[in-house]
């Protein structure tokens, strides 16, 4: 298994699992993580995601390059749009999903961190886009969702120059959340942000995390068009009437996701 996947008290753990080619990403790790995050859709109990590389060395250290030496322009085209809808499974999902980068997120690596919500890094972590020093270009989504996190002078230079950064230097560049020092403390934050997720509404955190990740793309008009209209949405839920009543008598909410 290149994927490997459980889940706990509401909170998905995803790995990916190739630790002597760095977690590189072949077509089968491709589809299996693809399968992975269909199911999580389907799985009502999950609430939050947490993806991460297996071993001590890489988050992923890129899409393999030795499976796409053998491609015709075809097929890498057809490979580099496989890759961008897996990837965008996670940015339509209304679930949050949190990268703990371990290590090297370099390429189509650094691009599966780019498409979560939250990029959580050990002090280890490494990132960039080697691609152009190979004689091709980021085609997992790494030229659209590093311009539109960081901004466009920001992707130009990481891009052009196939240089990688630490995890100082991306947290500075506003690409990590926060650092942390070993594996450990890396994931018990991240889950204990899981928890702290899980708590609220899913449906509010849901329709936040559309409001956000869809209206970046809309004017700030139609931004604010979205959003309300997404608030008078979730108006009408279950979750909204428990947690305004529960503040108005003074008690926890008992969210039941509906
Ligand atoms: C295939 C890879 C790989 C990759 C590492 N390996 N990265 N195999 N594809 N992207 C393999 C190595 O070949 C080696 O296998 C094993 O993993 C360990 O790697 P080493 O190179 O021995 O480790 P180290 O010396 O520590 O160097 C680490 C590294 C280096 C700096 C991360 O491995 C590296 O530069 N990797 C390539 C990074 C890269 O260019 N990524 C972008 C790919 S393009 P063996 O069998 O020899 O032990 C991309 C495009 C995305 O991602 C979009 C596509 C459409």
């Given at each position: 298994?290149?994927?490997?996947?459980?889940?706990?008290?509401?909170?998905?753990?995803?790995?990916?699992?190739?630790?002597?080619?760095?977690?590189?990403?072949?077509?089968?790790?491709?589809?299996?993580?693809?399968?992975?995050?269909?199911?999580?859709?389907?799985?009502?109990?999950?609430?939050?995601?947490?993806?991460?590389?297996?071993?001590?060395?890489?988050?992923?250290?890129?899409?393999?390059?030795?499976?796409?030496?053998?491609?015709?322009?075809?097929?890498?085209?057809?490979?580099a749009r496989?890759?961008?809808?897996?990837?965008?499974?996670?940015?339509?999902?209304?679930?949050?999903?949190?990268?703990?980068?371990?290590?090297?997120?370099?390429?189509?690596?650094?691009?599966?961190?780019?498409?979560?919500?939250?990029?959580?890094?050990?002090?280890?972590?490494?990132?960039?886009?080697?691609?152009?020093?190979?004689?091709?270009?980021?085609?997992?989504?790494?030229?659209?969702?590093?311009?539109?996190?960081?901004?466009?002078?920001?992707?130009?230079?990481?891009?052009?120059?196939?240089?990688?950064?630490?995890?100082?230097?991306?947290?500075?560049?506003?690409?990590?959340?926060?650092?942390?020092?070993?594996?450990e403390e890396l994931?018990?934050?991240?889950?204990?942000?899981?928890?702290?997720?899980?708590?609220?509404?899913?449906?509010?955190?849901?329709?936040?995390?559309?409001?956000?990740?869809?209206?970046?793309?809309?004017?700030?008009?139609?931004?604010?068009?979205?959003?309300?209209?997404?608030?008078?949405?979730?108006?009408?839920?279950?979750?909204?009437?428990?947690?305004?009543?529960?503040?108005?008598?003074?008690?926890?909410?008992?969210?039941?996701?509906?």
């Amino acid at each position: 298994m290149n994927v490997l996947f459980e889940s706990k008290n509401g909170t998905g753990y995803l790995t990916i699992n190739r630790p002597d080619k760095l977690n590189a990403l072949n077509i089968d790790t491709i589809n299996e993580l693809k399968e992975t995050f269909l199911k999580v859709e389907q799985d009502k109990t999950i609430k939050c995601v947490i993806v991460t590389g297996s071993g001590e060395k890489a988050f992923v250290a890129g899409a393999d390059i030795e499976y796409m030496q053998k491609l015709t322009p075809n097929e890498a085209l057809k490979f580099a749009r496989l890759g961008q809808e897996t990837l965008h499974l996670m940015e339509v999902s209304n679930k949050p999903y949190i990268a703990c980068v371990n290590g090297y997120a370099l390429g189509g690596g650094f691009e599966v961190a780019l498409s979560c919500d939250i990029i959580f890094a050990q002090v280890n972590a490494k990132f960039g886009f080697p691609e152009v020093s190979l004689g091709i270009l980021p085609g997992f989504g790494g030229t659209q969702n590093l311009s539109r996190l960081a901004g466009k002078l920001i992707a130009k230079e990481l891009i052009f120059s196939a240089k990688m950064i630490d995890a100082a230097k991306a947290k500075e560049l506003g690409i990590v959340n926060e650092i942390y020092q070993t594996r450990e403390e890396l994931l018990s934050a991240a889950k204990e942000l899981a928890v702290q997720i899980q708590k609220n509404a899913p449906l509010a955190v849901g329709f936040a995390k559309r409001a956000i990740v869809d209206g970046f793309g809309l004017s700030k008009e139609d931004g604010l068009r979205y959003e309300a209209s997404l608030f008078g949405v979730v108006f009408s839920s279950v979750d909204a009437k428990e947690g305004l009543s529960a503040f108005v008598e003074k008690r926890k909410p008992n969210y039941t996701g509906g």
